[in-house]
Structure formats: structure tokens, C-alpha cells
């Protein structure tokens, strides 16, 4: 093994011992020493994991966090220096962590935050204006042809839990106590300016941008969604996504609208 | 090969225009997100701001909203930390790539990284991870200094690290080791101060004679920064570079020492932890900005 590989190896690993030839000045053991580095590759990560994941943490308290996310930093460190990136696996990682069994909606309002996250760093992109949208509806027979191009910024997460209710009770909006967590709900996460939202998507809405997000036009995308939930009506959708500027434009195949 | 905007600075002698080619011998600081919205509503008097790459290698949103505004009105150095200079792999030619687009638009007065090791087999570890001072060693930091050079089209600051080990294999000291890299890529110098006076404590060596023993002409710019105090196995001193608490008094002295033999020179204030409202470090940047003055004034009354 290279001198790096046995480094990185003890760094992870707290019960391996230090690396052969490291000294200290006045030849006292260098496992203390070495301590240092390891304590500052999983201590920051751990920290860079409690900014992204702040509910998620909330939710378990700071110490039980701490030691699911040492664990989930010394099985899966970074794959680059993109910190903001990290995390994307800590949801699945917490589904199958043991001790966090008891609050099953833990892996979802991580799913929730890590969107945010990437929400907050996605490409700008402005949203649909109220004029394109009027202009587009002036027609309505080539409405169902139309293609919908969501912001760079949306991200929709279905859960069987009450994840935005949650989510917002810890943003002191609404009271948690009030929150059934069995209440399935489906969280849409988009950035309108510089400010991340969450709303609640009423049913169906996860097949309407799931449609529009694969390329389907909007009659192909709005009929999915109507015969997955009968309640369905694509005007409430369509008026939720322009409002929090989830739609960055619509075209015709054959052309783009302003 | 990436074309050379008129106003970056290079090693090839392409003139440059003086406002963008190096940064003010004025004090700076690390740019911090909870500060954004004061910055540009306070326009505090600064020399500088920099950032730490990695942070805003991202595709939009705020960073980047508040980082161009910023950036039209100060000027920016740019800080990696995440290259792995001294790794035994190669160097990821992605992250040269998303580094010199970050470079690109928002043409900073200087870049740096450091002496150090953070990815290896695919994996990050941010921490500063430290290097044997060998011959095999230098040769590798060097072959990644001219590739990170020649594939940013700039000359780069190498900052000098803080280390809690020492390897046995080191047959050169760190002074010795940082002379040869600069002499053999023309990399120029970042000396991080309170590392040198971290590294000092940790590993018994007087920090004065370690600057001294530096090139020192060739230092574009100087970090200050705060520490924590531990113990090793046989109770010495172990000092730990949290960039967490306020310059300590030791480090200060030291700063003034290396003043007297550079001259005025860019100095940043670095605080990534615990980090306090932004007229704290406003005020300890103008206490490094003081210093620059007593250096520029004795540097006249010698030339008088």
C-alpha cells in the first residue's frame, strides 16, 4: 500500500493504528498527534453534513446526529471537494441505520433538505412571466401540445410521510404537535430569486412535473396525472407552479414562445 | 489552452493592467456568506476579499449573485482548498477545469493553494493532510505546480502549511523544501503566518528563522489567522489551526517580524469558525493594516 492509502486508511478507522513513520520532536508518540487530522476530516464533515441536514438534526437531537453522520462520513467521505454536493447518500444511509428506526420519516426530510440545498446552489433561470403564460393560453387548442421546461432549481419528493408539514413546524411555521407525520405528502422545492421555497404539491402534481421534466407535452403530462389521481385538476396545478416560479418557459416543436 | 484575459497576471510577461494584476498591500478578509448583505449596504474600507474556491465551484444562486456584486467592487483573491497538490495520484484535470472557468469569470488578483494532500482513491477529505519533505515528494509537488500553472495560465501563491507530524523519510527541511518548489516552477509564496508560528510551536523550530529561511521576494501575499491550544503524548505544546478564535498576540509579533523584511503586503484576516460579526474583523484587519503602515513609513524614513 502507498504511504497515502495506509494515511487515509487510520484516519477513517479509529481503532487502526497511526501510520509507520510519523515522529514528533520530542519523541513522544505520535498517535496523539495524528489524532488532530483525524478528528479534522470527521469533525468538519460531520459539521458540513449538520448545515445541510438542520431538520433532519433537530428532529434527533445533536449527539444522536453527531454519531449517524461519524458513521455515514467514515463509510462514505466526499468524492470531491464540492462540499455542497456531499450528502446525497446520507438519506439512504439513515434509512438503514438501525438506532433511527424509531422515526421512519427521518430519511425523507433529509431527502427534503438535501434538495433544498441543491436548489439554493442550481442555475438561475427566470421564470415564466404572466404575459408568456396568457400568450400561451390565447390558443388554447395548441395548449395540450406545448412542452413545459421547469426552473434548473425544481426538485419534487413524494414521501409517505407529512414532510413539508414537518419540515415547515421546524421553520416555526405551524405547530408541530399539530403535524401527523403518517399523512403522505409531496414536497415541491424550487428557488425564486435568491429565497428557497417549500409548498405542498396537491395530488398528482409529482406526475405533472415528472411528465414535464421527461419531455411529454402538457395534454400527454396533465392525463397522466389525471389517471393516477381522479381528483386531479391541472388549473390548481398550473397556478401553484407559475406562482412559485417552478416553469422557466414552454414551446411548440416547432417553436419557442417568448 | 485557455486564452489569457488582458487582466490576469502570468508568468509569461504578458503586460497586464496594474489594477488587476496583483492585490493591494492592504489588509482583506474572507468573504462569508452571513456578511454579504452587510458588505455591499456598509461598503466597509477593505483591500480585499477572498474566498475559498470550492465554495462557489456551484452553478448559480446566491453565491454567485452576492460574489459578482462583490467582486465589481473590491478586489478578489481566490483560495483552494481542495486541489490536493501533493497527492501520489494525479491531479483532477475536472477540478483544474471547473477552477479555471471560476477563474475566468471573476478574474481575481491572485489564486493560491496549499502544501498539502486532501483526495486520494476517489475520495476528499477536507483537511490539509501533510507531506514528506523527500526528494520523490518534491519532484511530484513540483510536476503538479506546473501542470496547475500551465492549465490556469497563471502563477499561483503556494501557501506553507501547519502540521501536527513530522515523517522520518523527510530529508529536507520545510523551508528548504519550499525554496526548491519555488525556485524549480516559479510559483510564488502565501506565508500563512500563524501556520508558521503553528508549525513552529508543534514541532520546536523557531518560526522567525523558518520565515527568514523562506524566498521571501517571492510572497504575494500573508495569511493571519486564530489557534487552539493542546497537548501532545508528553504534554508539549500542540498547537491546532482552527481559524476559529482572533489573532493571537505571538502570531502578531511574528507578522510584524515578517513585515520588516517583505515590505507592505496583502494580508488577510482568515476566520472560518465561530465566526464573529463582521466589524470584529473589520477591526482586526485594521490593526493588520496598521502594521503595513508602520512598515511603509520606516521603509520611507530608510529611503530619505
Redesign the interface.
Known amino acids: 500500500m ?4 495506509l ?2 486508511t487510520a ?1 477513517l478507522d479509529p481503532n487502526a493504528p497511526c501510520p509507520a ?14 489524532a ?2 483525524r478528528n ?2 470527521v469533525t ?2 460531520i459539521d ?1 453534513l449538520a448545515d445541510t441536514f438542520p431538520v433532519t438534526l433537530e428532529l434527533v437531537g445533536d449527539e444522536f446526529f453527531r454519531a449517524m453522520a461519524g458513521d455515514f462520513v467514515r463509510a462514505a ?8 454536493e456531499y450528502g446525497g447518500g446520507f438519506p439512504v444511509f439513515i434509512e438503514r441505520f438501525e438506532p433511527a428506526r424509531s422515526v421512519p420519516y427521518l430519511a425523507d426530510v433529509a431527502r427534503l433538505e438535501m434538495l433544498r440545498v441543491q436548489a ?5 433561470a427566470d421564470p415564466l412571466t404572466p404575459e408568456q403564460v396568457a400568450q400561451a393560453l390565447a390558443d388554447p387548442e395548441r395548449l395540450p401540445a406545448l412542452r413545459v421546461i421547469c426552473h ?2 425544481l426538485g419534487v419528493l413524494s414521501s409517505r410521510y407529512a414532510i413539508v408539514s414537518l419540515w415547515a413546524a421546524h421553520q416555526g411555521i405551524g405547530d408541530l404537535a399539530c403535524v401527523d407525520p403518517g399523512l403522505p405528502e409531496t414536497a415541491l422545492v424550487v ?1 425564486a430569486g ?1 429565497e428557497v421555497q417549500v409548498v405542498a404539491l396537491p395530488p398528482g402534481g409529482d406526475v405533472l412535473v415528472a411528465g414535464f421534466t421527461n419531455g411529454l407535452t402538457l395534454g400527454v403530462a396533465a392525463a397522466r396525472a389525471a389517471s393516477a389521481h381522479a381528483d386531479f385538476d391541472l388549473t390548481i396545478h398550473l397556478a401553484l407552479l407559475l406562482r412559485v416560479g417552478a416553469l422557466a418557459s414552454l414551446s411548440l416543436p416547432t417553436e419557442t414562445l417568448p | 489552452m485557455m486564452m489569457r484575459s488582458p487582466g490576469e497576471s502570468s508568468t509569461c510577461g504578458v503586460p497586464a493592467r496594474p489594477s488587476h494584476r496583483r492585490l493591494p498591500a492592504r489588509a482583506g478578509l474572507g468573504l462569508k456568506p452571513q456578511h454579504f448583505t452587510e458588505i455591499l449596504a456598509t461598503r466597509p474600507d477593505l483591500g480585499f476579499f477572498e474566498i475559498h474556491a470550492e465554495n462557489y465551484l456551484v452553478a448559480g444562486g446566491p453565491f454567485h449573485h452576492y460574489l459578482s456584486r462583490i467582486r465589481d467592487r473590491y478586489p478578489l483573491s481566490i483560495h483552494g482548498v481542495g486541489l490536493s497538490i501533493g497527492a501520489e495520484g494525479p491531479l483532477d484535470t475536472a477540478h483544474l477545469d471547473r477552477l479555471a472557468a471560476l477563474l475566468d469569470r471573476y478574474q481575481p488578483q491572485s489564486f493560491s493553494e496549499h502544501l498539502a494532500w486532501s483526495t486520494h482513491g476517489g475520495a476528499f477529505f477536507n483537511d490539509l493532510l501533510p507531506l514528506p519533505y523527500d526528494q520523490a515528494t518534491l519532484n511530484r509537488v513540483c510536476d503538479h505546480i506546473d501542470q496547475t500553472q500551465e492549465h490556469l495560465q497563471r502563477r499561483i501563491l503556494l501557501e506553507n502549511p501547519a502540521t501536527y507530524v513530522e515523517f522520518a523519510a523527510s530529508t529536507l527541511d520545510e523551508a528548504t523544501f519550499i525554496t526548491e518548489i519555488v525556485r524549480h516552477t516559479g510559483c510564488g509564496l502565501l506565508l500563512d503566518v500563524n501556520n508558521a508560528y503553528v508549525s513552529g510551536v508543534n514541532h520546536h523550530r523557531d518560526p522567525q528563522a523558518y520565515i527568514a529561511a523562506l524566498p521571501l521576494p517571492e510572497v504575494g501575499e500573508i495569511h493571519l489567522a486564530g489557534f487552539a491550544e493542546d497537548q501532545d503524548a508528553a504534554r508539549a505544546p500542540l498547537l491546532i489551526d482552527t481559524h476559529g478564535a482572533p489573532v493571537a498576540a505571538a502570531v502578531w509579533e511574528l507578522y510584524a517580524f515578517a513585515l520588516e523584511r517583505l515590505g507592505p503586503t496583502p494580508t488577510l484576516i482568515e476566520r472560518d469558525n465561530d465566526i464573529p460579526p463582521l466589524v470584529v474583523l473589520i477591526a482586526e484587519a485594521q490593526c493588520a493594516e496598521r502594521w503595513i503602515g508602520y512598515t511603509q513609513r520606516d521603509r520611507l524614513e530608510a529611503s530619505a
Open positions: 502507498s504511504d497515502q492509502r494515511f487515509v484516519l513513520g510519523l515522529t514528533a520532536w520530542n519523541g513522544s508518540d505520535p498517535t496523539r498527534r495524528f488532530v487530522y479534522n476530516v468538519s464533515l458540513v467521505p466526499p468524492k470531491s471537494a464540492l462540499l455542497a439554493f446552489h442550481a442555475a438561475a434548473p432549481s428557488r435568491l
